[in-house]
């Protein structure tokens, strides 16, 4: 099998506080395939961008990486000096934010922005840093890229602006890209051409993606893969059409149904989750979904579940675990079943 260009192997991301150590990613694993989209989708605050910011080595302090290990292509980055990883940010790892007006220097021309980026990651002359720069313009759909190499952030418009910090995460031809909500600022039309230009781009150049999002419409569209999170713990991780299609946490479940339908009743009310994300420091024992959960049972409010093999999916809930499943009653069974998880065949013999 190829080598995964990045493995993230039980991260745990740890915030001190005054009133204690605050864990906001707990025991988190996944992989990202060389040429392949991974969305990271939850609710606010369920770990997304802290998890993107762990990878680059970009975490605010007083956050840290407490403990398990990030690897690049083989090699362990979660451990280097900052010099170290200065070096790799942006060289073969290119980030784009969710503002580009906080990635772009409202003071220097886009040109000079670019073939600065190109000549610190890469040995070339001035004049190829420059022809280079017009080329990655021209890659990302900037119209006239010669000209608009002498313009400032300003003077683009909020879906010209991504595109240039676009080019700028590619600039160096990284291995993987983490793309935190690149289409949150941008209307309707203007994200589907964002989104088709990332993933064509990353496709052709064979680079990995993380595409951190809160909307499930933009996963569906572009990701290969979905990994669900809840209170800095996976949820669900499995192929995005049977994780949209199928879902088989509670948690998912819950996320597919808010999904308005435009075939549906214009008069029926939204389902919603119950309850909302439980706060880092007030996290509930067993399963931290446990609260908010139409089917948990007593093993969810005393452990907390590993991912399970569920259908082509894996997910973190003991509706999966064929040891957990004669301790679960009857009709929480049945409700499971309604709700279309996939339970495994021993179920047969709960009771």
């Known amino acids: 099998m190829t080598e995964p260009t990045l493995s993230v192997r039980n991260l745990r991301v740890e915030i001190p506080t005054r ?9 988190l694993s996944f992989d990202i395939a060389p ?32 403990g398990g290990e990030i690897r690049l ?7 280097l000096a900052p010099d170290r990883m200065r070096r790799i940010r942006g060289r073969r790892i290119g980030m784009i934010f969710q ?4 990635s772009l220097n409202p003071l220097y021309r886009i ?23 017009r080329q990655l313009l ?19 418009s909020g879906g010209m602006r991504q595109r240039v910090v676009i080019a700028l995460a590619l600039a160096a031809d990284p291995e993987l890209v983490i793309a935190d909500e690149p289409t949150t600022a941008l209307d309707v039309s203007v994200q589907a051409q964002i ?43 499995g192929p995005v059409r049977n ?10 479940i819950g996320l597919m149904a808010a999904i308005p339908s435009l075939s549906g009743d214009p008069d029926e009310m939204l389902a919603q989750i119950p309850g909302s994300m439980p706060r880092l420091g007030a996290i509930p024992p067993g399963c931290a979904f446990n609260p908010r959960c139409d089917y948990s049972f007593s093993r969810c409010r005393a452990e907390r579940p590993e991912p399970y093999p569920a259908g082509t999916s894996h997910a973190a809930c003991f509706l999966h675990a064929p040891e957990a499943l004669r301790q679960a009653p009857s009709d929480i069974l049945q409700a499971a079943t309604a709700a279309g998880i996939s339970l495994p065949n021993t179920v047969d013999g709960a009771s």
């Not at 009133?19 to 025991?27: E, Y």
């Not at 000079?112 to 190829?128: C, P």
């Not at 989104?195 to 150049?205: F, G, S, V």
């Not at 595409?211 to 991780?237: F, K, P, Q, S």
């Open 73 to 79: 292509a083989g090699e362990r980055i979660d451990n």
């Open 138 to 156: 021209e890659e990302v759909g900037i119209p006239a890229a010669e000209t608009r190499l002498s313009s400032y952030p300003h003077q683009f």
């Open 19 to 27: 009133r204690g150590v605050l864990t906001a990613i707990d025991d």
């Open 111 to 133: 040109g000079d922005q670019l073939v600065e980026t190109i000549l610190t990651h890469q040995r070339v002359t001035t004049g190829e840093a420059r022809r280079k720069a």
């Open 195 to 237: 989104i088709a230009l990332l993933k064509r781009l990353c496709a052709e150049r064979g680079a990995a993606v993380m595409l951190i999002t809160h909307d499930m419409g933009v996963i569906a569209e572009t990701a290969d893969r979905v990994c669900v999170l809840y209170a800095g713990r996976l949820a669900e991780i």
């Open 35 to 66: 040429g392949e989209v991974l969305g990271m989708v939850g609710e606010s605050g369920a770990g997304k961008s802290i998890t993107g910011s762990a990878v680059i080595g970009l975490l605010e302090p007083p956050g840290r990486i407490a």
């Open 243 to 252: 994780v949209v299609k199928h879902p088989q946490h509670p948690y998912t």
């Open 99 to 102: 503002d580009p007006l906080t």
